[in-house]
């Protein structure tokens, strides 16, 4: 049950004084939240008992008349909620009597949520979050969608729909109710719907990632990359050097690479940070690298140039700008990249993060799990353990070769 309460609610200015706000509290479930309607220059043009202003505020007849209105607008919503038995929230009552709904719906919430991103300069995550977001846009074909309407129904019903359409796999689906639930989460704990709504867990909604076959070249592929008779200059030859450069430095992603500088070379080491988790990284440079490098030096004028000249005309200022340039960029390096596996005569599929994969799977088990945490900058000894369990067969393929040896 809610409970209203008009009430004077003081608050300290700027200059340590008292402003006197008057506000209309809701409470639902022990959670309040306030409906401010004005200000008033004194604590005597308050009455206390009377829960109105005195005449003491020339303006007391208007006001009264505002607290009149907003008190029966707010009665009247949460009797319109309890007699059709929907749940709401004291802050979800209070947004509608304001008029703009800011957190109500699932889709106001979400175009937030992709603001932030977009100020915290995480352009990459925000374009792919409101593809996301989009998705479940064109299933319900409205912007009106409460959070208390996610239930467990719909969900499947839109899982189907995702199927049905047959451009999404499987992880892609999953990832976009992973959003869903993160978004939802983040409803309850700002009190825009009750967690008994909860479409999500073990006896509801199960999220779970299918397993993904990671690919890598073996040494031979690898090796007949590094020996195709390219011109240096060509576009095809810098891809090669990009993905190289990668792979020896145990496959470095490709925005990380292009961010480089010369700056985060100091003697023999390469010193800098991971842009997915932020993790500092020093790795000695190895022989392999040392030579593609020396095809760049002619192009540096600055200590603190780009190694590849990708972003060398970004503005270094401008995260957007940054961003798009790798984007390009390694579009046309996943192009050069699948003719190089034509020239290479290599059947496998090659991308830039290929190189990943690639050194994955010749490492295989030849060094300990915690020494390849190190080089592959994991957070957590468990992510390398999983991620390397799609390059080691050998066990498994000798035990296979056992049992059928009758």
């Known amino acids: 049950m809610a409970t209203i309460k008009v009430l004077l609610h003081p608050k300290k200015d700027n ?4 402003v006197y706000r008057i506000a209309i509290r809701v409470t639902k479930d022990r959670k309040q939240n306030y409906l401010y309607l004005a200000n008033l220059n004194q604590k005597n043009e308050w009455d206390e008992q009377g829960r109105i202003v005195t005449n003491k505020n020339p303006k ?13 607008a707010i009665e009247d919503l ?17 947004d509608e009597v304001k008029g703009n709904g800011t957190g109500e719906t699932f889709f106001q919430l979400a175009e937030e949520h992709i603001k932030n991103l977009k100020r915290a300069k995480k352009h990459n995550r925000a374009i792919s979050d409101n593809s996301k977001i989009n998705s479940l846009f064109e299933f319900v074909g409205s912007k009106s969608l409460p959070f208390n309407e996610i239930d467990e129904t719909l969900l499947n019903r839109f899982k189907y729909y995702l199927q049905a359409k047959g451009t999404l796999s499987e992880r892609s689906i999953m990832n976009i ?13 700002m009190g825009i719907v009750e967690s008994k709504n909860y479409p999500f867990g073990s006896d509801k909604i199960r999220i779970k990632l299918p397993d993904t076959l990671k690919i890598g070249l073996d040494e031979f592929e690898l090796r007949r990359i ?23 430095l145990a496959g470095i992603r490709i925005a990380d690479v292009l961010k480089m500088k010369w700056s985060d070379i100091k003697q023999d080491r390469l010193y ?33 140039d780009y190694i590849f000249p990708e972003l060398k005309k970004a503005d270094p200022k401008d995260t957007k700008d940054i961003y798009t340039k790798i984007k390009t960029a390694t579009k046309k390096f996943n192009n ?4 190089m596996a034509k020239l290479a005569d290599i059947d496998k599929k090659l991308t830039n993060h290929i190189a990943r994969h690639s050194f994955g799977n010749i490492a295989g088990d030849k060094v300990s799990p915690q020494m390849l945490q190190k080089l592959y900058r994991h957070t957590s000894l468990s992510t390398t353990i999983g991620y390397q369990g799609n ?4 066990d498994a393929d000798d035990a296979l070769e056992k049992i059928l040896n009758f």
Do not use: C, W
């Open 391 to 394: 390059f080691i067969h050998k």
């Open 272 to 304: 800098y940070k991971m842009g997915k988790n932020n993790k500092a990284v020093s790795i000695k440079l190895p022989e392999r690298v040392v030579a593609i490098l020396d095809v760049y030096r002619e192009s540096q004028e600055k200590t603190n």
């Open 336 to 339: 050069n990249l699948a003719e």
């Open 78 to 94: 949460i009797l319109e909620y309890e007699a059709s038995k929907k749940s709401f929230t004291a802050r979800q009552i209070i």
């Open 177 to 189: 109710f992973i959003l869903i639930r993160l978004l939802f989460n983040r409803a309850i704990k």
């Open 226 to 248: 590094e020996n195709l008779e390219l011109e240096e200059g060509t576009t095809i030859a810098h891809t090669r050097n990009v993905f190289l450069f990668s792979f020896y």
């Open 15 to 18: 200059l340590g004084g008292k």
């Open 60 to 72: 007391h007849s208007q006001l009264n008349r505002l607290i009149r209105k907003k008190y029966d």
